[in-house]
Protein backbone atom coordinates (compact mmCIF):
# COMPACT_ATOMS: atom_id res chain seq x y z
CA UNK A 1 0.00 0.00 0.00
CA UNK A 2 1.46 3.31 -1.08
CA UNK A 3 1.53 6.62 1.39
CA UNK A 4 0.89 9.99 0.46
CA UNK A 5 2.13 12.95 2.21
CA UNK A 6 -0.84 14.95 3.83
CA UNK A 7 -1.55 18.20 2.89
CA UNK A 8 0.04 21.27 5.63
CA UNK A 9 -2.91 22.85 7.14
CA UNK A 10 -3.45 26.46 5.62
CA UNK A 11 -2.39 29.29 7.47
CA UNK A 12 -4.30 31.88 9.29
CA UNK A 13 -3.87 35.05 7.82
CA UNK A 14 -2.22 36.38 11.01
CA UNK A 15 0.22 33.62 10.81
CA UNK A 16 0.74 33.89 7.31
CA UNK A 17 2.36 37.61 6.51
CA UNK A 18 1.61 39.11 2.95
CA UNK A 19 4.56 38.49 0.59
CA UNK A 20 5.71 42.28 0.78
CA UNK A 21 5.58 42.39 4.69
CA UNK A 22 8.27 39.04 4.00
CA UNK A 23 10.07 40.87 1.49
CA UNK A 24 10.79 43.75 4.07
CA UNK A 25 12.06 41.78 6.59
CA UNK A 26 14.31 39.72 4.55
CA UNK A 27 15.88 42.84 3.06
CA UNK A 28 15.48 44.60 6.61
CA UNK A 29 17.90 41.31 8.25
CA UNK A 30 20.55 41.60 5.39
CA UNK A 31 20.96 45.53 5.12
CA UNK A 32 21.39 45.32 9.25
CA UNK A 33 23.89 43.00 8.78
CA UNK A 34 25.34 44.49 5.59
CA UNK A 35 25.51 47.38 7.97
CA UNK A 36 27.17 45.88 11.06
CA UNK A 37 30.00 44.27 8.62
CA UNK A 38 30.64 47.72 7.23
CA UNK A 39 31.15 48.91 10.36
CA UNK A 40 33.52 46.25 11.57
CA UNK A 41 35.25 46.80 8.27
CA UNK A 42 35.71 50.62 9.18
CA UNK A 43 36.79 49.63 12.19
CA UNK A 44 39.63 47.38 10.68
CA UNK A 45 40.92 50.19 8.45
CA UNK A 46 40.84 52.65 11.14
CA UNK A 47 43.22 50.44 13.11
CA UNK A 48 45.46 49.37 10.55
CA UNK A 49 45.98 52.80 9.83
CA UNK A 50 46.43 54.05 13.61
CA UNK A 51 48.48 50.91 14.86
CA UNK A 52 51.92 52.08 13.12
CA UNK A 53 50.96 55.72 14.24
CA UNK A 54 50.89 54.46 18.06
CA UNK A 55 54.75 53.14 17.80
CA UNK A 56 57.61 55.19 19.38
CA UNK A 57 59.31 57.33 16.84
CA UNK A 58 58.65 57.12 13.09
CA UNK A 59 57.92 53.66 11.78
CA UNK A 60 58.21 55.32 7.91
CA UNK A 61 62.25 56.26 8.83
CA UNK A 62 62.88 52.95 10.11
CA UNK A 63 61.19 51.27 7.08
CA UNK A 64 63.02 53.18 4.80
CA UNK A 65 66.20 52.93 6.30
CA UNK A 66 65.56 49.03 6.59
CA UNK A 67 64.78 48.65 2.64
CA UNK A 68 68.17 50.91 1.79
CA UNK A 69 70.04 48.77 4.23
CA UNK A 70 68.71 45.33 2.82
CA UNK A 71 68.57 46.44 -0.94
CA UNK A 72 71.43 48.49 -0.97
CA UNK A 73 69.50 51.13 -3.47
CA UNK A 74 68.56 54.43 -2.58
CA UNK A 75 64.59 54.77 -2.11
CA UNK A 76 63.14 56.05 -4.78
CA UNK A 77 60.44 59.23 -4.29
CA UNK A 78 57.67 57.82 -5.26
CA UNK A 79 58.33 54.56 -3.03
CA UNK A 80 59.05 57.17 -0.46
CA UNK A 81 55.57 58.78 -0.36
CA UNK A 82 54.01 55.33 -0.62
CA UNK A 83 55.43 54.06 2.78
CA UNK A 84 54.52 57.51 4.52
CA UNK A 85 51.18 57.18 3.12
CA UNK A 86 50.67 54.36 5.13
CA UNK A 87 53.12 54.27 8.19
CA UNK A 88 53.05 58.00 8.28
CA UNK A 89 53.83 60.84 7.48
CA UNK A 90 55.66 63.29 10.63
CA UNK A 91 54.96 66.45 8.20
CA UNK A 92 51.03 65.66 7.90
CA UNK A 93 48.31 66.12 10.29
CA UNK A 94 46.18 62.56 10.87
CA UNK A 95 43.25 64.11 8.85
CA UNK A 96 45.17 64.28 6.14
CA UNK A 97 47.37 61.13 6.57
CA UNK A 98 44.28 59.58 6.55
CA UNK A 99 42.74 60.58 3.49
CA UNK A 100 45.77 59.61 1.69
CA UNK A 101 45.95 55.92 3.11
CA UNK A 102 42.11 55.84 1.84
CA UNK A 103 43.85 56.80 -1.33
CA UNK A 104 46.55 54.27 -1.17
CA UNK A 105 43.56 51.56 -0.56
CA UNK A 106 41.66 52.52 -3.07
CA UNK A 107 44.32 51.97 -5.40
CA UNK A 108 45.42 48.67 -3.73
CA UNK A 109 48.33 49.85 -2.88
CA UNK A 110 49.65 48.53 0.45
CA UNK A 111 53.30 49.72 0.37
CA UNK A 112 56.65 47.82 -0.98
CA UNK A 113 58.01 44.65 0.66
CA UNK A 114 60.80 45.45 3.04
CA UNK A 115 62.24 41.59 1.60
CA UNK A 116 61.73 41.95 -1.82
CA UNK A 117 62.26 45.38 -2.36
CA UNK A 118 61.07 47.20 -4.78
CA UNK A 119 57.97 44.94 -5.36
CA UNK A 120 55.01 45.94 -3.82
CA UNK A 121 52.94 44.02 -1.38
CA UNK A 122 49.99 43.90 -3.13
CA UNK A 123 51.49 42.12 -6.03
CA UNK A 124 53.37 39.64 -4.12
CA UNK A 125 50.26 38.82 -2.09
CA UNK A 126 48.26 38.51 -5.72
CA UNK A 127 50.83 35.56 -6.72
CA UNK A 128 50.61 33.92 -3.20
CA UNK A 129 46.69 34.18 -3.72
CA UNK A 130 46.19 31.37 -5.72
CA UNK A 131 48.08 28.95 -4.18
CA UNK A 132 46.29 29.44 -0.92
CA UNK A 133 42.53 29.07 -2.60
CA UNK A 134 43.84 26.52 -4.45
CA UNK A 135 45.14 24.49 -1.43
CA UNK A 136 43.25 25.58 1.70
CA UNK A 137 40.56 26.22 -0.36
CA UNK A 138 39.95 22.61 -1.84
CA UNK A 139 41.08 20.71 1.17
CA UNK A 140 38.08 23.24 3.38
CA UNK A 141 35.77 21.98 0.73
CA UNK A 142 36.60 18.38 1.02
CA UNK A 143 36.66 17.76 4.82
CA UNK A 144 33.71 19.55 4.90
CA UNK A 145 31.65 17.59 2.48
CA UNK A 146 33.46 14.08 3.72
CA UNK A 147 32.85 15.49 7.78
CA UNK A 148 29.25 16.54 7.96
CA UNK A 149 28.40 13.50 5.46
CA UNK A 150 29.57 11.07 7.45
CA UNK A 151 28.26 12.58 10.30
CA UNK A 152 24.92 12.62 9.15
CA UNK A 153 25.21 8.66 8.74
CA UNK A 154 27.32 8.47 12.38
CA UNK A 155 24.02 10.47 13.51
CA UNK A 156 20.95 8.66 12.31
CA UNK A 157 22.85 5.38 13.12
CA UNK A 158 23.74 6.43 16.71
CA UNK A 159 24.58 3.42 18.69
CA UNK A 160 25.54 1.61 15.64
CA UNK A 161 28.58 -1.06 15.47
CA UNK A 162 29.79 2.20 12.33
CA UNK A 163 28.73 4.71 14.78
CA UNK A 164 31.28 3.02 17.97
CA UNK A 165 34.03 2.82 15.99
CA UNK A 166 33.66 6.28 13.34
CA UNK A 167 32.80 8.87 16.85
CA UNK A 168 36.17 7.73 19.19
CA UNK A 169 38.49 7.26 16.15
CA UNK A 170 37.36 10.84 14.90
CA UNK A 171 37.63 12.51 18.23
CA UNK A 172 41.00 10.90 18.77
CA UNK A 173 42.31 12.36 15.23
CA UNK A 174 40.49 15.68 16.10
CA UNK A 175 42.96 15.91 19.33
CA UNK A 176 46.11 15.02 17.22
CA UNK A 177 48.07 18.47 16.71
CA UNK A 178 48.44 19.20 13.42
CA UNK A 179 51.89 20.36 12.97
CA UNK A 180 52.71 16.94 14.50
CA UNK A 181 50.65 15.52 11.90
CA UNK A 182 52.06 17.13 9.16
CA UNK A 183 55.60 16.82 10.44
CA UNK A 184 54.87 12.81 10.94
CA UNK A 185 53.51 12.66 7.08
CA UNK A 186 56.42 15.04 6.01
CA UNK A 187 59.19 12.58 6.92
CA UNK A 188 57.40 9.23 6.22
CA UNK A 189 56.21 10.20 2.90
CA UNK A 190 58.39 12.70 1.98
CA UNK A 191 61.83 11.69 3.47
CA UNK A 192 61.72 7.57 4.06
CA UNK A 193 59.30 6.47 1.10
CA UNK A 194 60.31 9.64 -1.31
CA UNK A 195 56.90 9.65 -2.47
CA UNK A 196 56.00 13.50 -2.51
CA UNK A 197 58.78 16.34 -2.25
CA UNK A 198 59.64 17.93 0.60
CA UNK A 199 58.85 21.56 -0.04
CA UNK A 200 57.81 24.06 -2.84
CA UNK A 201 54.74 24.01 -4.67
CA UNK A 202 55.88 22.73 -7.95
CA UNK A 203 58.91 21.52 -9.85
CA UNK A 204 60.92 24.71 -10.73
CA UNK A 205 62.86 23.14 -13.67
CA UNK A 206 59.20 23.44 -15.54
CA UNK A 207 57.85 26.30 -16.99
CA UNK A 208 54.61 27.83 -15.38
CA UNK A 209 51.47 27.81 -17.25
CA UNK A 210 47.98 25.72 -18.26
CA UNK A 211 50.38 22.58 -19.56
CA UNK A 212 50.42 18.97 -18.54
CA UNK A 213 53.43 18.59 -16.54
CA UNK A 214 53.20 21.66 -14.91
CA UNK A 215 49.80 20.97 -13.69
CA UNK A 216 50.83 17.66 -12.85
CA UNK A 217 53.59 19.25 -10.81
CA UNK A 218 51.36 21.07 -9.25
CA UNK A 219 48.46 18.41 -7.86
CA UNK A 220 51.80 16.13 -7.18
CA UNK A 221 53.36 18.72 -4.59
CA UNK A 222 50.09 19.82 -3.29
CA UNK A 223 48.50 16.32 -2.54
CA UNK A 224 50.50 15.38 1.00
CA UNK A 225 50.18 18.83 2.46
CA UNK A 226 46.31 18.31 1.63
CA UNK A 227 45.54 15.19 2.59
CA UNK A 228 47.00 16.32 5.74
CA UNK A 229 44.39 19.37 5.99
CA UNK A 230 42.01 17.01 5.20
CA UNK A 231 42.70 14.34 7.48
CA UNK A 232 42.93 16.61 10.81
CA UNK A 233 39.88 18.61 9.63
CA UNK A 234 36.91 16.26 8.64
CA UNK A 235 36.80 14.56 12.10
CA UNK A 236 35.75 18.03 13.64
CA UNK A 237 33.16 18.70 11.31
CA UNK A 238 31.86 14.93 11.68
CA UNK A 239 31.58 15.07 15.46
CA UNK A 240 29.84 18.28 15.35
CA UNK A 241 27.26 17.17 12.31
CA UNK A 242 27.09 13.55 14.45
CA UNK A 243 25.88 15.60 17.65
CA UNK A 244 23.20 17.56 15.48
CA UNK A 245 22.06 15.21 13.84
CA UNK A 246 21.04 13.08 17.05
CA UNK A 247 19.33 16.07 18.12
CA UNK A 248 17.52 16.71 15.19
CA UNK A 249 15.93 12.99 14.37
CA UNK A 250 14.56 13.31 17.27
CA UNK A 251 12.08 16.05 16.52
CA UNK A 252 8.24 16.02 15.91
CA UNK A 253 8.93 16.95 11.92
CA UNK A 254 11.52 13.77 11.82
CA UNK A 255 8.88 11.70 13.48
CA UNK A 256 5.89 12.70 11.53
CA UNK A 257 8.03 11.92 8.14
CA UNK A 258 8.80 9.07 9.15
CA UNK A 259 4.99 8.11 10.50
CA UNK A 260 4.04 9.12 6.71
CA UNK A 261 5.95 6.55 5.45
CA UNK A 262 8.14 8.47 3.22
CA UNK A 263 11.60 6.75 2.06
CA UNK A 264 14.58 6.84 4.61
CA UNK A 265 17.22 8.78 1.96
CA UNK A 266 14.11 11.78 1.95
CA UNK A 267 13.81 12.38 5.71
CA UNK A 268 17.30 12.13 6.14
CA UNK A 269 18.41 14.63 3.68
CA UNK A 270 15.53 16.91 3.19
CA UNK A 271 14.33 16.99 7.15
CA UNK A 272 17.25 15.68 9.54
CA UNK A 273 20.22 17.00 7.65
CA UNK A 274 18.96 19.64 5.95
CA UNK A 275 17.92 21.09 9.53
CA UNK A 276 21.32 20.03 11.16
CA UNK A 277 23.38 21.25 8.63
CA UNK A 278 22.72 24.72 9.65
CA UNK A 279 25.65 25.53 12.67
CA UNK A 280 27.74 23.38 10.76
CA UNK A 281 27.40 25.70 7.57
CA UNK A 282 27.95 28.98 10.26
CA UNK A 283 31.50 27.66 10.91
CA UNK A 284 32.09 26.16 6.79
CA UNK A 285 31.32 30.07 5.90
CA UNK A 286 34.03 31.19 8.65
CA UNK A 287 36.37 29.33 7.79
CA UNK A 288 36.29 29.85 4.26
CA UNK A 289 37.15 33.49 5.24
CA UNK A 290 40.31 32.07 6.82
CA UNK A 291 40.86 30.56 3.65
CA UNK A 292 42.60 33.60 2.28
CA UNK A 293 44.81 33.61 5.74
CA UNK A 294 45.99 30.33 4.41
CA UNK A 295 46.92 27.47 6.46
CA UNK A 296 50.02 29.13 8.20
CA UNK A 297 51.41 25.90 9.79
CA UNK A 298 50.76 23.51 6.82
CA UNK A 299 52.61 26.31 4.40
CA UNK A 300 55.13 26.83 6.63
CA UNK A 301 55.95 23.42 7.43
CA UNK A 302 55.66 22.12 3.19
CA UNK A 303 57.36 25.23 2.10
CA UNK A 304 54.14 26.21 0.30
CA UNK A 305 54.15 29.33 -1.79
CA UNK A 306 50.29 30.92 -0.22
CA UNK A 307 49.54 33.77 1.84
CA UNK A 308 50.78 31.62 5.03
CA UNK A 309 54.31 31.15 3.99
CA UNK A 310 54.30 34.64 3.14
CA UNK A 311 53.17 36.03 6.52
CA UNK A 312 55.95 33.62 8.20
CA UNK A 313 58.35 35.14 6.10
CA UNK A 314 57.62 38.54 6.71
CA UNK A 315 57.36 37.47 10.70
CA UNK A 316 60.85 36.16 10.20
CA UNK A 317 62.73 38.85 8.79
CA UNK A 318 60.48 41.82 9.75
CA UNK A 319 58.40 43.06 6.80
CA UNK A 320 55.90 45.39 8.42
CA UNK A 321 54.88 46.36 5.24
CA UNK A 322 53.79 42.81 4.58
CA UNK A 323 52.62 41.83 7.49
CA UNK A 324 50.13 45.05 7.95
CA UNK A 325 49.10 44.20 4.24
CA UNK A 326 48.85 40.73 4.67
CA UNK A 327 46.72 40.87 8.16
CA UNK A 328 44.29 43.55 6.51
CA UNK A 329 43.33 41.26 3.48
CA UNK A 330 42.81 38.22 5.64
CA UNK A 331 40.30 40.51 8.00
CA UNK A 332 38.33 42.18 4.93
CA UNK A 333 38.37 38.42 3.66
CA UNK A 334 37.09 37.12 6.63
CA UNK A 335 33.98 40.11 7.07
CA UNK A 336 32.93 39.38 3.49
CA UNK A 337 32.86 35.36 3.93
CA UNK A 338 30.15 36.06 7.20
CA UNK A 339 27.99 38.29 5.06
CA UNK A 340 27.79 35.56 2.61
CA UNK A 341 27.31 33.30 4.96
CA UNK A 342 24.37 35.64 6.51
CA UNK A 343 22.90 36.41 2.94
CA UNK A 344 22.51 32.40 2.30
CA UNK A 345 21.26 31.65 5.74
CA UNK A 346 18.25 34.03 4.56
CA UNK A 347 17.41 31.11 1.42
CA UNK A 348 18.49 27.93 4.06
CA UNK A 349 16.49 28.99 7.02
CA UNK A 350 12.70 29.43 6.99
CA UNK A 351 12.99 31.14 10.39
CA UNK A 352 14.64 34.13 9.22
CA UNK A 353 13.16 34.83 5.93
CA UNK A 354 9.68 34.95 8.15
CA UNK A 355 10.58 37.07 11.11
CA UNK A 356 13.53 39.14 9.20
Request: aromatic share 12%; charged share 15%.
Amino acid sequence: MTTTETPAPARTAAADPPAAVRAVRRWGFLLRRLGFYAAAAAAAIVLNFLLPRLMPGDPSSAIVEELQRVSGQQVPPETLESIRAIFGDPDQNLGEQFLGYLGQLARFDLGVSVVNFPVPVSELVLEALPWTLLLVGTTTVLAFVLGTGLGVIAGWKAGSRLDSILTPVTAFLSSVPYFWVALLALWVFGFVLGWFPLSGGYDANLTEGFNLPFLASVLHYGALPAATIVFSAFGGWLLGMRNMTVTTVREDYVLLAQAKGLSRGRVVLRYAARNAMLPSFTGFAMALGGVIGGALLTETVFSYPGIGYLLFESLTKRDYPMMQGVFLIVTLATLLANLLADSLYVVLDPRIREQG
